[in-house]
């Protein structure tokens, strides 16, 4: 078999199809675990792996060009998602200053009780994550916070560290902000909202019964040990720097609007991002353009006082979510040709069937 005039193409050897994953592995092992923090990143890595692969397929017969034509299809496919992603940064800076998120916070806090620990707990770090993006976010944060009030109420740690990490991932699969769930739109061809709506007849229903037990569990927490100091701490600061006004709320109406309209995600969350600055220059402060265009740009600069709310308000920077959208572009070069060139794809069918075969 020919290919365009050029050398006859084969299949790589299985040692050529694992080298680009074993050179990948082995670098970021080398990054993270060995580099004294001197560089931290997946992208260097990616790029060396991404050109071992080139090599490969160039040695197995395949052109340059094939390649190329290969890797920009694949990222055309996906334009969309990442150019939302490159939007979500703006979208959580706008629901900051805007007050939306620290209200959702303050008022889910005002529902917590020794009874209601579990399940409220869990349907706030949900929220934290949903309005973040973020579910590292909301376990690092108001995550720590339950821990410390569950220690109180004597709740065992491993039922608390479960009812946070349930409720941060089911927020973090529903957000439109998650970079995983944009990523799974754009790898799966759907819109992000679509995405978003379809997750409502799978994770919903766990995430239901998964209240509904914490709310049994709960009824046999007794309320003598409850100190209430931290979760009022995280309600008075954000109190003393932020409008609280109900309305602050509404942000979160315009984006379930959007996800019930179907409207594509990219003027969703543009418009999103329109109404969040809209909401803080009406409830918060008067900031002027250039004050609007560093916070957009660079994250909102919060500081309350309080640990776990300045941790849970931390900046989530744009030019973050820019590193993140370079590393889309790299990965899905890298995905595509070890499909399409290296065949890996085979080799591990291959091994699985083998694999069956011993066991049976």
């Not at 990616?46 to 034509?69: K, N, P």
């Amino acid at each position: 078999m020919k290919n365009d005039g050029q050398k006859a193409v084969r299949l790589p050897s299985f040692f050529e199809a694992i080298l680009p994953i074993l050179t990948m592995v082995a670098l970021m092992v080398y990054v993270f675990k060995f580099s004294d923090e001197a560089y931290d990143a997946a992208h260097m890595p990616l790029i060396i792996a991404l050109i071992v692969t080139v090599t490969i397929g160039v040695i197995c017969g395949h052109s340059f060009d094939e390649m190329l034509s290969g890797i920009i299809d694949r990222i055309t496919a996906t334009l969309d998602a990442i150019l939302i992603l490159l939007t979500v940064g703006l979208l959580v800076s706008s629901f900051m200053i805007s007050g939306t998120i620290p209200a959702l916070i303050y008022y889910g806090l005002d529902f917590l009780s020794p009874q209601t620990f579990l399940p409220v707990g869990c349907l706030l770090c949900a929220i934290v994550g949903l309005a973040c993006g973020s579910s590292w976010t909301a376990t690092a944060t108001v995550g720590i916070a339950f821990m410390t009030i569950g220690a109180g109420l004597g709740i065992n740690p491993a039922l608390t560290a479960g009812m946070v990490i349930s409720g941060a991932y089911v927020g973090d699969k529903f957000s439109p902000l998650s970079d995983t769930t944009n990523l799974a739109a754009g790898v799966a061809g759907t819109g992000l909202f679509d995405h978003v709506a379809a997750m409502v007849s799978t994770t919903g229903p766990v995430f239901l019964i998964s209240l509904i037990i914490y709310t049994i569990l709960g009824m046999n927490i007794a309320g003598a040990g409850y100190d209430p100091t931290i979760a009022d701490g995280i309600r008075e600061a954000i109190s003393s720097n932020f409008n609280v006004n109900p309305l602050v709320l509404l942000p979160i109406v315009v984006i379930v609007i959007i996800m019930v309209l179907r409207i594509p995600g990219l003027p969703g969350v543009l418009g999103s991002v329109a109404v969040g600055v809209i909401f803080a220059l009406i409830f918060q402060e008067r900031y002027s353009v250039a004050d609007l265009f560093s916070i957009l740009h660079y994250g909102p600069s919060i500081e309350t006082g309080n640990e776990f709310l300045d941790g849970a308000l931390a900046k989530v920077v744009w030019i973050t979510k820019c590193g993140q959208s370079t590393l889309l572009f790299l990965q899905y070069p890298l995905v595509v040709l070890l499909k399409n060139v290296v065949s890996l794809k085979n080799y591990l069918v291959e091994l699985k069937i083998k694999s069956t075969l011993l066991v049976e």
